[in-house]
Each structure stands twice: as structure tokens, then as C-alpha cells.
């Protein structure tokens, strides 16, 4: 199709999605008796998302280099629709254009990548009112509730500009060993969510509050990872660190901010705000292990662990920080046969940001067969068994908002069932 020399071949698709989630919330408890309006309805909360993208892919590599150009266009439409929504209807359009190139130079690999993202943020700002008002006020204004709590929108439309470049470079130095050294700077725009929510979010049990004066976030990353294999043993390690100015996150207020007048007024929930700071995050991945050739299959065993730490520039840290795993698993696998056997050993996570708490360790044992059958005319018939957490642990996400009052699940078993090819 193209012969011209400069264009091999174009890649492109349109998408078109129409997505709607239903979440039903059962009653707030520890409501008051004349404080019956002020409670979180039990009705649904509807969150729709129609989008628009469509991206391609031009592929101009020749002799001398492999390079690729990308285009990505997106026309979004968010909307929450209930007694708890908690932002109002925003749209979104972006335009992105991306450089891609690679090429070997002697005994070392170069990637190199530009990004330009063209952003336009349009949301609304309802001004949300509190009670002034005593208990026994509200007796006699029950009927005018909500219209004293009807307060004025404010419309924002917030263009972003972000350029974003990668570079990575990589060199083996013999069969079974090589290292790659990457740098990146990383500009990325806030979200709808975090410039506009304004309004109860029962999934995190807050009441969240965005900021529509946010910026970009811009993050200058480095990384170095070793990678070696040889007669079925296998190691890595990846050391990284990450500078963001504008660091974008939801941190919790104290009571205090606002005194315990209100506090029925929020039907339990806690205020949090988006808010942005620099900071640093920096850590580490490794995972080595053996791959055992056995009669009629293959057994590998492997050791892996992560850690990573993240501070404001003021020094506090930076809230719901996973903590340290280490990771152990054994898995044999033959042809029409797959078994997996995995512990995660969890850390107690104690270094906590404002106004968090420490996070106990937990160990969770997961295990994992699958077995396939051939039935007729070349149909293949997968049957698989997972059991999760067979240690029955108390385990909390410590990056969860609602760790304390929901766990990770207990002991849980299930059946899986997949035809192919028929």
C-alpha cells in the first residue's frame, strides 16, 4: 500500500464505549433521631462514562532505525447520578502525539520516546453549605433543608499542555548477564476527579474535595535494572527513584479543623482533600529463582521481593504507602496442566503519613490449578480451581481507604470454567 519508502504500515482502531456502574450503599448507621434528613440515602449511586478514542500507529523504520509515530484522540464524558454523587457531570478531550525510535549502537541498545498531551478539563464546582442551624432548629426548617443547602456552581475549564521524554539504554555483557539504565521526565495532568469532586464518596468513606487550581504533576525518574540467566537460574534486580514536583494526593483533615459541630452533618464520613506537594519516592524490586526440568514438566521456584518509600519535601511521609512483601512461589506446569503455589508475606507498615495508622503484617497463601481437556473437533475445555488466603489471615490493604472496616476476604474458594476454540 505505501511505497514510498517512509510509511511501512499504519496500525489504527476507533473505539466507541458506553459504560455505566451501579453502586447500591446500604444505610449509613449512627444517624440521630431528628437527624433523619441529614442521612446518606440508601438509593444507588449510577456512574456513567461515554467515550470516544480513536489512535493509530505509523511505522517508519528503515535500515538504519526502527521508529514509530502515534497519534491518540479522546472525547470523554463523566457523569455521577444519585443521591451520592460526588462530582458533576466534566468532560474531557485530549490530543496526544508520540515519537518512538530504537536502534543498537555496537554492544549497546538505545529507546528513546517523546510525548506531547493536549488536555482540556471542563467541570463544575458546586458550593457546598453546612449547618448553622441548632437541633432544635431543625425541627421547624425541615422542609427548607434542601434549598438552604443549594449553593452557587462555578464553571472551570482547565487546559493542560505536558511533554514528556524517555531514554533508556541498555548493554549485555555476555550471553547471560545485561544491564539497563533508564531516565524519564513525566508530566502528567490531574483528573477530573482530582480538580472537581466535590461531594460524599461512600466507596472510601470520605467526603472528598478536589481542587481545580491543580497543576501538572512533573516527575523526573531514574532506574537501573540487572538481569541475569544461565542454566535455569534466573535473577533481577531494579533499583529506582522518582522526583515529582506537584505530587497530586487525597489526605484526610483532623476534626479540629472544623470542631465536632458538624460532625453529624458528614453521616460519618471524614473530609479529605486533594491536595499537591514535591516529593520523593524511591525503592527496589528483586526476584531470583531455578526453573528444574522434571520427567513431563517444569517446576520453578522463585524468591521475589519489593520495597518502596515515599516522602514530602518537608519530610513527613507520603500517605498509604504499600509496605515491604516478599514474595514466594513454586509453579509446575505441564502441556494441558498448570499449578501455582504462592505466599506473600506482608510487612506491618509503619511508616505512616498525617493522620494514618500503622498496618499490621499478614502472610497470604494463594494456590492455583488448571487443567485443560480436549473435546470434540479441536474445542479445548480449561477447568480451574483457585483457593485464596487457605491461612484464613486478617489482612488490610494498607493503601486501601476502608482498610480497618473492610479487610482484605478470608478464606475463599472458586471454580472457573472456559471453552475455547470450538
Known amino acids: 500500500m505505501f511505497d514510498n519508502g517512509i510509511v511501512n504500515?499504519?496500525?489504527?482502531?476507533?473505539?466507541?464505549?458506553?459504560?455505566?456502574?451501579?453502586?447500591?450503599?446500604?444505610?449509613?448507621?449512627?444517624?440521630?433521631?431528628?437527624?433523619?434528613?441529614?442521612?446518606?440515602?440508601?438509593?444507588?449511586?449510577?456512574?456513567?462514562?461515554?467515550?470516544?478514542?480513536?489512535?493509530?500507529?505509523?511505522?517508519?523504520?528503515?535500515?538504519?532505525?526502527?521508529?514509530?509515530?502515534?497519534?491518540?484522540?479522546?472525547?470523554?464524558d463523566v457523569s455521577i447520578i444519585g443521591a451520592e454523587a460526588f462530582m458533576n457531570?466534566?468532560?474531557?478531550?485530549?490530543?496526544?502525539i508520540g515519537y518512538f525510535a530504537s536502534k543498537d549502537f555496537g554492544d549497546f541498545h538505545v529507546d528513546f520516546g517523546v510525548r506531547h498531551d493536549q488536555l482540556d478539563r471542563k467541570?463544575?464546582?458546586?458550593?457546598?453549605?453546612?449547618?448553622?442551624?441548632h437541633e432544635e432548629d431543625h425541627d421547624e426548617h425541615g422542609e427548607e433543608h434542601e434549598e438552604e443547602h443549594e449553593g452557587e456552581t462555578t464553571v472551570f475549564d482547565r487546559d493542560f499542555n505536558n511533554t514528556s521524554v524517555a531514554l533508556t539504554i541498555g548493554r549485555s555483557f555476555s550471553d547471560n548477564f545485561e544491564m539497563n539504565i533508564g531516565w524519564s521526565l513525566v508530566e502528567r495532568a490531574p483528573s477530573a476527579v482530582e480538580l472537581y469532586m466535590n461531594g460524599p464518596h461512600l466507596a472510601?468513606?470520605?467526603?472528598?474535595?478536589?481542587?481545580?487550581?491543580?497543576?501538572?504533576?512533573?516527575?523526573?525518574?531514574?532506574?537501573?535494572?540487572?538481569?541475569?540467566?544461565?542454566?535455569?537460574?534466573?535473577?533481577?534486580?531494579?533499583?529506582?527513584?522518582h522526583d515529582v514536583d506537584n505530587y497530586i494526593f487525597l489526605i484526610d483533615e483532623i476534626e479540629e479543623d472544623h470542631g465536632d459541630e458538624h460532625g453529624d452533618?458528614?453521616?460519618?464520613?471524614?473530609?479529605?482533600?486533594?491536595?499537591?506537594?514535591?516529593?520523593?519516592?524511591?525503592?527496589?524490586?528483586?526476584?531470583?529463582?531455578?526453573?528444574?526440568?522434571?520427567?513431563?514438566?517444569?517446576?520453578?521456584?522463585?524468591?521475589?521481593?519489593?520495597?518502596?518509600?515515599?516522602?514530602?519535601?518537608?519530610?513527613?511521609?507520603i500517605p498509604r504507602m504499600v509496605p515491604d512483601r516478599n514474595i514466594y512461589s513454586a509453579v509446575y506446569s505441564e502441556p494441558t496442566l498448570d499449578l501455582s503455589l504462592r505466599l506473600k508475606d506482608v510487612h506491618k507498615q509503619t511508616d505512616i503519613g498525617f493522620n494514618e495508622t500503622v498496618s499490621e503484617g499478614y502472610e497470604m497463601l494463594d494456590l492455583r490449578v488448571s487443567k485443560t481437556?480436549?473435546?470434540?473437533?479441536?474445542?479445548?475445555?480449561?477447568?480451574?480451581?483457585?483457593?485464596?488466603?487457605?491461612?484464613?489471615?486478617?489482612?488490610?490493604?494498607?493503601?486501601?481507604?476502608?482498610?480497618d472496616p473492610v479487610p482484605l476476604p478470608g478464606r475463599n474458594y472458586g471454580i472457573k470454567l472456559s471453552l475455547s476454540n470450538f
Open 9 to 76: 504500515q499504519v496500525d489504527y482502531f476507533f473505539r466507541d464505549s458506553d459504560y455505566s456502574l451501579t453502586e447500591q450503599h446500604a444505610e449509613v448507621e449512627g444517624g440521630h433521631e431528628g437527624h433523619e434528613g441529614h442521612g446518606h440515602d440508601e438509593g444507588p449511586t449510577v456512574f456513567l462514562n461515554e467515550a470516544r478514542e480513536f489512535g493509530a500507529i505509523i511505522d517508519l523504520s528503515n535500515d538504519f532505525i526502527k521508529q514509530k509515530l502515534s497519534l491518540n484522540i479522546v472525547d470523554e
Open 89 to 96: 457531570p466534566a468532560k474531557n478531550e485530549e490530543f496526544t
Open 123 to 133: 467541570g463544575s464546582v458546586t458550593e457546598r453549605h453546612e449547618h448553622d442551624e
Open 204 to 241: 472510601t468513606g470520605r467526603l472528598e474535595t478536589g481542587d481545580p487550581s491543580l497543576e501538572a504533576e512533573k516527575g523526573s525518574n531514574f532506574d537501573i535494572n540487572f538481569a541475569y540467566e544461565k542454566d535455569g537460574f534466573f535473577g533481577s534486580l531494579t533499583l529506582f527513584t
Open 265 to 317: 452533618e458528614l453521616g460519618g464520613l471524614i473530609r479529605a482533600n486533594h491536595l499537591q506537594q514535591d516529593a520523593e519516592l524511591k525503592g527496589y524490586e528483586l526476584e531470583f529463582g531455578k526453573v528444574f526440568d522434571l520427567a513431563r514438566g517444569d517446576l520453578t521456584v522463585s524468591f521475589g521481593r519489593d520495597s518502596i518509600s515515599g516522602e514530602f519535601d518537608d519530610g513527613s511521609n
Open 373 to 403: 481437556f480436549s473435546v470434540d473437533q479441536g474445542a479445548e475445555l480449561t477447568l480451574s480451581l483457585f483457593a485464596n488466603n487457605l491461612l484464613n489471615e486478617v489482612a488490610r490493604n494498607h493503601s486501601s481507604f476502608v482498610k
